[in-house]
């Protein structure tokens, strides 16, 4: 609907809307601020990604799942998912100026490539919910030290390339990386 609006730079969705559509902003590289109203659920796949310049963002704990590559490259630098989100799709952070995170519990898995190439971002706290942790999820970041939760299974290949960690806890649970 309004991919690649160059001059776009601020967006108030309306009540009512339940789900941000795939690619929807993509593109919007003059977005700046977004604010999301209680209510919706879902932010789709490629919503926002490619907007460079969107540095605040506002989304409702009523948000369930943010989709692959849903703020991809985008320059936020401090993002709190919202405490509704269960599931985060691969890459969906990927390429962004974050340098915080806060993951929710009830979030049960951190996808492929979700905060790959973020290098700033050097400070992260696993929830007890999670329980797997996809293929290069933090690929590239500037985490130093993480402790992995006694509920993760799986930690997927190159999940921790290029990171400078100097300390990693991984629990007995882990019975596949």
């Known amino acids: 609907a309004f ?9 108030e969705i309306p009540i009512g809307i339940t789900r941000i559509e795939e690619g929807v902003f993509e593109g919007c590289e003059k977005l700046k601020n977004v604010k999301i109203p209680d209510g919706v659920t879902e932010i789709a796949s ?10 605040s963002i506002e989304i409702p704990d009523s948000v369930t799942e943010i989709g692959k590559c849903a703020f991809k490259g985008c320059d936020i630098t401090s993002f709190i998912i919202p405490k509704g989100v269960t599931k ?12 915080s995170i806060t993951i929710p519990e009830g979030v049960t898995a951190i996808g492929k490539d979700t ?6 971002l050097n400070n992260i ?3 007890n919910s999670v329980k797997e ?9 500037g985490i130093t ?3 992995i939760p006694s509920s993760v299974k799986r930690i997927g290949a190159q999940a921790f390339v290029k990171c ?3 300390k990693i806890i991984i629990p007995d649970s882990v019975n596949e990386i």
């Open 3 to 11: 991919e690649s609006c160059t001059s776009l730079t601020s967006i």
């Open 115 to 120: 905060f790959y190439w973020c290098p700033r």
């Open 145 to 147: 030290s993480i402790d």
């Open 133 to 141: 942790i996809g293929i290069g999820a933090f690929y590239n970041t």
């Open 88 to 99: 985060i799709g691969d890459g969906a952070f990927s390429s962004c100026g974050l340098t």
């Open 125 to 127: 706290t696993i929830p």
């Open 164 to 166: 400078p960690l100097t």
């Open 46 to 55: 490629w919503a926002f990604s490619g907007c460079s310049n969107l540095s």
